[in-house]
């Protein structure tokens, strides 16, 4: 069974009061239990994330980036052993924001993903399509080429450790969501690409996130495709009430 999975991907907002703040709001929210909630603050959030989230049941704290190299002469990089020394025990790998604006390449985005896995964390793996792309009916062959390129080199039982996140470019933080029917088409693919990589248990097992502009509106039509495990969501994680909401979208009944 694949787990049902909502990640708040807060970018780069929110001082550290600001946060600590929005993490206390989460926390003191009643929040489904059957859903793995994740917290992908800013690096200076997370020990206090981690230290008021710890006693609380389906909550993870992810870094929403990692150095591509181990240690070292790299000022101002933070690496993956340092992450998971927090705490956090998720880190979200290949957001378009960071290929585009830090020219992360494939090559790149690969040795990240293996400094993660190395130190026991989840890459959550970001791949999707630009407007162009999307126009000129290539959607389709760019995930796969993103898929390929950076992790088909990983050995079965490191793929399955993966969460996939996919983020159509042209939906991330411009109100256009995609819809429910291209969503389901795009996860199904990717599941199905999976399958033929992977085989059919890892493919079923894997989560497939939906990322770009999902809100407390559109979640729940989002959520009920068959292959949307959950969203990572970016601007309507800024608010508590609407992070729980969108958490609360899967037709699962809230407990706790
Ligand atoms: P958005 O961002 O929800 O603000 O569109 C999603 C993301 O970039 O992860």
Redesign the pocket.
Known sequence: MRRKIV?G?W?MNKTLAEGMELISEIAASPASSEVLKII?CPFIHIPGAVQELKALHGFAIAAQNCSEHASGAYTGEISAAMIASTGATHV?IG???RRQYFNETAAVLTQKVNHALANNLVPIF?IGENQEERNSNQHLEVVKKQLKETLYHLAPADFSRLII?Y?PIW?????L?ATSHQAQGMHNFIRSEINKKYGKEISENTSVLY?????AENAKELFSCMDVDG???????LKATDFINIINSFTVSPTE
């Open positions: 990640a991907n970018k992908a979200i957001h378009s924001e970001c996140a983020e939906a991330i933080g411009t109100g969501t990322g770009g502009s999902c809100n969203g990572l969501v970016g601007g309507a994680s």
